[in-house]
């Protein structure tokens, strides 16, 4: 398999922004690793047995489940002990694994920032393949300059997953994606903006990078919380039919 080759990220902390809930929090990160580029075509043929046309492109087409399978069926091809189980289509975290996972949103925005405070870590034109470029299709991994975490791509080319809701008070059972993609505008393409879909949908720009670190709660780790979401989830309804949560 093509190395997945992973940026060790200290600790430190990071203030995320919900726009419908006009609600911001720090959050503090312990230590962990993430990915220096998006899953490929190549390694999920490789681990999956996913056709790969241009090895070299992220993934796409690739559900929140099926991130979540590549993880774990990675983490037993290296042997490491698989972060996630099922139960049906429920998935549990067991956050002491040390095979990989999914980021949390918290680590992935504050990975993605580098220690910037704006909406981009660098010129957008230099850093991110958007719709500024006239691309139609995601573009090889690596193609722009990477944040001051050796990271690439982690705004534009394509939308990545995360582990956390999106909203489930609002959505159900919508996961988190970030980043922005090949097709969309510097709007879109900010660091704290936040999008999500259904665990089981595909969309043709949205793809997603591996993270590992494991930790001592069984309940909580890097900002995400079993509890808070069971608390969100007793929100009021969902919101009228193509609202989306934008951020800085």
């Known amino acids: 398999m093509d190395d997945i080759e992973l940026a060790r990220i ?8 919900d726009a419908r809930r006009k609600a911001r929090w720090t959050v503090d990160l312990e230590p962990f690793e993430i990915g220096v580029f998006a899953v490929t075509e190549e390694q999920m043929a490789e681990i999956l047995g996913e056709t790969s046309v241009h090895p070299r492109r992220p993934a796409i087409e690739v ?4 991130a979540i399978r590549f993880c774990n069926a990675a983490s037993e091809w290296e042997g ?10 429920d998935v549990s975290w067991h956050l002491d694994a040390d ?5 949390t949103e918290a680590e992935w925005e504050f990975a993605c920032r580098a220690g910037s405070t704006g909406a981009h870590y660098g010129p957008l034109a230099e850093v991110a393949w958007t719709s500024g470029d006239g691309t ?3 573009q090889n991994v690596g193609g722009k300059l990477p944040n001051l975490n050796g990271l690439f791509d982690t705004l534009g080319n394509v939308w990545e997953w ?6 489930p008070g609002r959505y159900g059972d919508y996961r988190v994606f970030r980043g922005g993609g ?4 510097a709007w879109s393409v ?7 879909g259904p665990p089981r949908a595909t969309h043709e720009d949205v793809g997603f990078r591996l993270a590992r670190g494991g930790f001592d709660s069984v309940d909580s780790a890097q900002g995400w919380s079993a509890a808070v979401d069971r608390e969100r989830a007793d929100l009021d309804g969902p919101l009228p039919s193509g609202w989306t949560p934008l951020g800085r």
């Open 10 to 17: 200290g600790a430190g902390s990071v203030t995320l922004h």
């Open 63 to 66: 559900s929140w489940l099926r």
């Open 80 to 89: 490491l002990d698989p972060a996630y189980s099922f139960e049906g289509q």
């Open 99 to 103: 095979g990989y996972r999914l980021p």
């Open 136 to 138: 139609t299709t995601p």
């Open 162 to 167: 995360c582990w956390d809701l999106l909203d």
């Open 182 to 185: 090949y097709a969309d505008d």
């Open 190 to 196: 900010r660091a704290s903006t936040r999008r999500g």
